[in-house]
């Protein structure tokens, strides 16, 4: 009876075939990360009115310029590290505007309540 399973054709070939484990590049999971805090910073910019939200978006922006330069450190300088690296200077610049602008507005209405 003939044995017609492709598998079994050479059953020496998966014997003489050496498996190593995925490496990857070091760099790919800070660079990934960057992009995922990014983009949550640049989101976060529609959760202003909640408080605290803007600085949770300040923070998140700030780690992922900081992932962003970690993966650049490994050699990682793929469009996923450009991207993380401009969304969160985008999330950082816009949150600390708006963070400044309610220090000043909070002061302002301070100061006038008092006169």
């Known amino acids: 009876m003939e044995n017609n399973n ?3 054709a050479n059953p020496t070939q998966d014997q003489d075939q050496q498996y190593y484990p995925y490496q990857g590049n070091p760099g790919q999971g ?3 990360a960057s992009l995922v805090l990014g983009i ?3 989101l976060w910019i529609f959760l202003m009115g909640i408080p605290g939200f803007t600085l949770l978006g300040l923070l998140l922006g700030i780690v992922s ?4 330069n970690k993966a ?6 793929s469009g996923t590290r ?3 690296m401009v969304l969160g200077i985008i999330g950082v610049v816009f949150h600390a505007i708006v ?8 002061g302002l209405a301070r100061y006038a309540a008092s006169l």
Do not use: D, E, F, K
């Open 99 to 106: 963070t400044v602008l309610m220090v000043l507005v909070i």
């Open 30 to 32: 800070p660079a990934t």
């Open 65 to 68: 310029i900081v992932q962003a």
């Open 6 to 8: 492709i598998n079994n």
């Open 72 to 77: 650049a450190r490994y050699g990682w300088l």
């Open 40 to 42: 949550l910073s640049v």
């Open 82 to 84: 450009t991207a993380g």
